[in-house]
């Protein structure tokens, strides 16, 4: 049984800047864990203070029960995968997967078949005599984490693993990742900023901004009710919509669109809308909508993303690279990116008459951006 | 997970193809062109002939070595011989202890390399990666000792090996050697270039920080530690001052101070102190024709991150 349990953790780097807020989560054992977030927020501090390459500040990190804060990387019984890998060039692939296994003095058969599995495992028979600059970027991600698997950790830890291979090699590493969580069954935590990554891989994800802790959940339900305005900026590629409204007698109101909500407060609030969540219609549909003046289409075969702007004020939402922050915009237009069918391609510089689903529209207060 | 291997290269800078020969401070320059018209670069008219003036006063001691006593105090000095006088060589190497000389060199220049490169390591590796109290203070004052020359410490540093009753053995030469700050410093520099996270990674495997040294960091500094050697051994095998001072018995002599027994007050048998010269020389030469490359390469890197 290993879960990961971080109680009331802080990190604090000299001068003073706080890396890590408060941060308090529990990581299940076998669960797969997604730290998401924009760059700076604080989640690769996170995983190396887990690897024990950061002391805490203050809080303890608990793993399978045992406070972790002062043993020493070595004998944490963590694995973990770099960025960049961080292969030994100067050995083999060979010694490069047996390396952990040797530092615990394994017994040489026990260790030759370690290596042995999980080179079959990670496809690697071929390259066990080679070094590290004679391997393709994808071998390389798999050697790192075939080093990191080999002793059978207790708790798996990958900083940014796909970040540097190229996107048709990235989803097909995402895929392997997948299979081999669900083969080996080792609670896993997985640092990146990649949406896709985020949505695709884990049991939950924890969306982290500014050191702290914004919403912890299952992908599609952060996906579909985002706690705050900052997730709801965050997650989703292209980002959710985010126009400045307000609400008066269960009506609520953004620039020309007008529609009924049930049980919010009068005042300013944010109207959040998907690029989905907008459907083409005639100018007459009597439904609530607005028109889009289409600025740029982007047909990418399977979907067309059409940006442009409509009559609103948008709600000056900053996700990177600092917290979200709300601006006051005065401009009387809101950017706005609309996801369509394939078939649909309005014309760049025309107008483009939008039905918006009341049911699908999320709202968050103006001040303190917490979902309403 | 399985099996086909994608033959697709990531395009990003990726550490892991960082090799040893990356790893020390190449300068990345682009190589230019070279004109048509000749075989060679125009700056070797420069170069050649000051290659010539350095090699003159070395061809001159090989000359010099195979001459007779008569020839070398002729005026204007006698450029070509006509008849070489080999035996200069089995002479020089009979009429002193030049062996008991070589030897003593050769240990205490082993030796002296051998500490070096271990302690400057260990020393290199704590200023370079572990945080500790000071750090850079004390960084800062054994780099400003560099500036101290050897004539304002040589007293000091005699009284304490006096103190050590290690005058007159081979023992003083070596001692006040162990480490030296120029070696700290040059490895300081170079571990600083390497990524941290291959050590992070080899702490995180299980490795201690001396086995992280010993199994990551020294394997990837074998330029940095070559040029180290090589610097050490110029240095100890040409000392001349130190052992002057500390050394007056002499089968403690090394090659440096035995070499003065043929330039007395009343005798000066030039013939013999050249051809010493050039025995005394031959294994700098070799190690320097054997590690050039990295020497050269050493003293550029200084040249960069100094």
């Given at each position: 049984m290993t879960d990961v349990v971080f109680e009331n953790v802080t990190k604090v780097f000299p001068?003073?800047?706080?890396?890590?807020?408060?941060l308090s989560l529990e990581v299940g054992d076998g669960e797969f864990l997604i730290l998401v977030g924009?760059?700076?927020?604080g989640k690769s501090t996170a995983l190396r203070m887990v690897a024990g390459l950061e002391k805490i500040s203050s809080g303890k990190i608990v793993v399978g029960g045992e406070?972790?804060?002062?043993?020493p990387p070595k004998d944490r019984d963590i694995a973990m995968v770099f960025q960049n890998y961080a292969?030994?060039?100067?050995?083999?692939v060979e010694k490069n997967l047996g390396f952990a296994l040797r530092q615990r003095k394994t017994p040489k058969d026990e260790l030759e078949q370690k290596v042995h599995s999980m080179s079959e495992l990670l496809g690697l028979e071929e390259l066990?005599?080679?070094?590290?600059?004679?391997?393709?970027g994808g071998q390389r991600q798999r050697v790192a984490m075939g080093r990191a698997l080999v002793r059978e950790p207790r708790v798996f830890l990958l900083d940014?693993?796909?970040?540097?291979?190229?996107a048709k090699l990235r989803v097909q590493m995402r895929a392997e990742l997948k299979k081999l969580h669900q083969r080996l069954g080792i609670t896993t935590i997985y640092v990146t900023h990649d949406q896709v990554e985020a949505m695709t891989l884990g049991d939950r994800i924890a969306v982290l901004s500014a050191g702290r802790l914004q919403q912890l959940g299952p992908p599609q339900d952060v996906y579909d009710h985002p706690a705050n305005v900052f997730v709801a900026g965050f997650i989703g590629s292209p980002p959710m919509n985010l126009l400045r409204g307000s609400a008066s007698g269960g009506l609520v109101e953004a620039g020309d669109l007008t529609f009924p909500r049930d049980g919010v407060g009068d005042g300013d609030v944010i109207v959040g809308i998907r690029p989905e969540g907008l459907r083409p219609v005639g100018?007459?549909?009597?439904?609530p909508g607005f028109e889009v003046h289409v600025g740029v289409v982007e047909p990418l075969g399977d979907e067309v993303l059409v940006h442009g702007t409509v009559a609103a004020r948008d709600a000056?939402?900053?996700?990177?690279?600092?917290e979200a922050t709300l601006l006051a915009e005065m401009s009387d237009r809101a950017a706005i990116t609309v996801r369509l069918e394939p078939d649909l391609r309005p014309k760049e510089g025309t107008g483009l008459h939008l039905r918006v689903d009341p049911a699908t529209v999320h709202l968050f207060d103006a001040a303190s951006g917490a979902a309403i | 997970m399985s099996g086909v291997v994608p033959d697709v290269r990531a395009k990003d800078t990726i550490?892991?193809?960082?090799d040893a020969s990356q790893l020390?401070?190449?300068?990345?320059m682009v190589e230019r062109p070279r004109a048509?018209?000749?075989?060679?670069?125009?700056w070797h008219f420069l170069l050649m002939p000051v290659a010539i003036i350095m090699l003159v006063p070395l061809v001159w001691v090989v000359v010099t070595s195979l001459e007779t006593l008569a020839q070398t105090q002729h005026f204007p000095p006698i450029?070509?011989?006509?008849?070489?006088?080999?035996?200069n060589y089995p002479r020089a190497w009979s009429s002193v202890p030049f062996g008991r000389w070589f030897v003593n060199t050769t240990i205490v220049t082993s030796v002296v390399v051998a500490s070096n490169l271990v302690f400057c390591a260990l020393a290199a590796y704590g200023f370079a990666r572990i945080r500790f109290f000071g750090k850079n203070v004390a960084y800062f004052f054994l780099l400003a000792?560099?500036?101290?020359?050897?004539q304002v410490v040589i007293i000091p540093t005699f009284l304490i090996v006096k103190q050590m009753h290690l005058?007159?053995?081979?023992g003083a030469l070596i001692v006040p050697n162990l480490a030296n700050v120029f070696g700290i410093f040059l490895l300081t520099q170079f571990f600083r270039t390497l990524p941290i996270e291959l050590e992070e990674a080899a702490r995180i495997d299980g490795a201690s920080r001396l086995k992280v040294l010993f199994r990551i960091v020294l394997p990837l500094s074998l330029p940095a530690l070559a040029t180290l050697a090589v610097i050490q051994f110029l240095w100890t095998w040409n000392d001349f001052l130190w052992p002057l001072v500390t050394i007056y018995k002499e089968s403690a002599f090394t090659l440096q101070l035995g070499?003065?027994?043929?330039?007395?007050s009343h005798v000066n048998d030039t013939n013999l102190l050249m051809a010493g010269n050039v025995m005394s020389m031959m294994p700098m030469l070799i190690l320097f024709i054997a590690a050039q490359r990295y020497f050269v390469r050493g003293i550029a890197t200084q040249g960069l991150k100094g």
């Amino acid at each position: 049984m290993t879960d990961v349990v971080f109680e009331n953790v802080t990190k604090v780097f000299p001068g003073p800047m706080v890396a890590v807020d408060d941060l308090s989560l529990e990581v299940g054992d076998g669960e797969f864990l997604i730290l998401v977030g924009p760059s700076g927020c604080g989640k690769s501090t996170a995983l190396r203070m887990v690897a024990g390459l950061e002391k805490i500040s203050s809080g303890k990190i608990v793993v399978g029960g045992e406070v972790i804060n002062d043993i020493p990387p070595k004998d944490r019984d963590i694995a973990m995968v770099f960025q960049n890998y961080a292969l030994y060039p100067h050995m083999t692939v060979e010694k490069n997967l047996g390396f952990a296994l040797r530092q615990r003095k394994t017994p040489k058969d026990e260790l030759e078949q370690k290596v042995h599995s999980m080179s079959e495992l990670l496809g690697l028979e071929e390259l066990m005599k080679r070094r590290p600059g004679q391997l393709s970027g994808g071998q390389r991600q798999r050697v790192a984490m075939g080093r990191a698997l080999v002793r059978e950790p207790r708790v798996f830890l990958l900083d940014e693993p796909l970040s540097n291979l190229d996107a048709k090699l990235r989803v097909q590493m995402r895929a392997e990742l997948k299979k081999l969580h669900q083969r080996l069954g080792i609670t896993t935590i997985y640092v990146t900023h990649d949406q896709v990554e985020a949505m695709t891989l884990g049991d939950r994800i924890a969306v982290l901004s500014a050191g702290r802790l914004q919403q912890l959940g299952p992908p599609q339900d952060v996906y579909d009710h985002p706690a705050n305005v900052f997730v709801a900026g965050f997650i989703g590629s292209p980002p959710m919509n985010l126009l400045r409204g307000s609400a008066s007698g269960g009506l609520v109101e953004a620039g020309d669109l007008t529609f009924p909500r049930d049980g919010v407060g009068d005042g300013d609030v944010i109207v959040g809308i998907r690029p989905e969540g907008l459907r083409p219609v005639g100018p007459d549909d009597p439904g609530p909508g607005f028109e889009v003046h289409v600025g740029v289409v982007e047909p990418l075969g399977d979907e067309v993303l059409v940006h442009g702007t409509v009559a609103a004020r948008d709600a000056g939402v900053r996700i990177e690279p600092e917290e979200a922050t709300l601006l006051a915009e005065m401009s009387d237009r809101a950017a706005i990116t609309v996801r369509l069918e394939p078939d649909l391609r309005p014309k760049e510089g025309t107008g483009l008459h939008l039905r918006v689903d009341p049911a699908t529209v999320h709202l968050f207060d103006a001040a303190s951006g917490a979902a309403i | 997970m399985s099996g086909v291997v994608p033959d697709v290269r990531a395009k990003d800078t990726i550490l892991a193809t960082t090799d040893a020969s990356q790893l020390k401070g190449e300068t990345g320059m682009v190589e230019r062109p070279r004109a048509r018209w000749l075989p060679f670069s125009p700056w070797h008219f420069l170069l050649m002939p000051v290659a010539i003036i350095m090699l003159v006063p070395l061809v001159w001691v090989v000359v010099t070595s195979l001459e007779t006593l008569a020839q070398t105090q002729h005026f204007p000095p006698i450029l070509w011989p006509g008849s070489f006088q080999w035996n200069n060589y089995p002479r020089a190497w009979s009429s002193v202890p030049f062996g008991r000389w070589f030897v003593n060199t050769t240990i205490v220049t082993s030796v002296v390399v051998a500490s070096n490169l271990v302690f400057c390591a260990l020393a290199a590796y704590g200023f370079a990666r572990i945080r500790f109290f000071g750090k850079n203070v004390a960084y800062f004052f054994l780099l400003a000792t560099l500036l101290i020359p050897i004539q304002v410490v040589i007293i000091p540093t005699f009284l304490i090996v006096k103190q050590m009753h290690l005058i007159n053995t081979l023992g003083a030469l070596i001692v006040p050697n162990l480490a030296n700050v120029f070696g700290i410093f040059l490895l300081t520099q170079f571990f600083r270039t390497l990524p941290i996270e291959l050590e992070e990674a080899a702490r995180i495997d299980g490795a201690s920080r001396l086995k992280v040294l010993f199994r990551i960091v020294l394997p990837l500094s074998l330029p940095a530690l070559a040029t180290l050697a090589v610097i050490q051994f110029l240095w100890t095998w040409n000392d001349f001052l130190w052992p002057l001072v500390t050394i007056y018995k002499e089968s403690a002599f090394t090659l440096q101070l035995g070499l003065q027994s043929f330039q007395g007050s009343h005798v000066n048998d030039t013939n013999l102190l050249m051809a010493g010269n050039v025995m005394s020389m031959m294994p700098m030469l070799i190690l320097f024709i054997a590690a050039q490359r990295y020497f050269v390469r050493g003293i550029a890197t200084q040249g960069l991150k100094g």
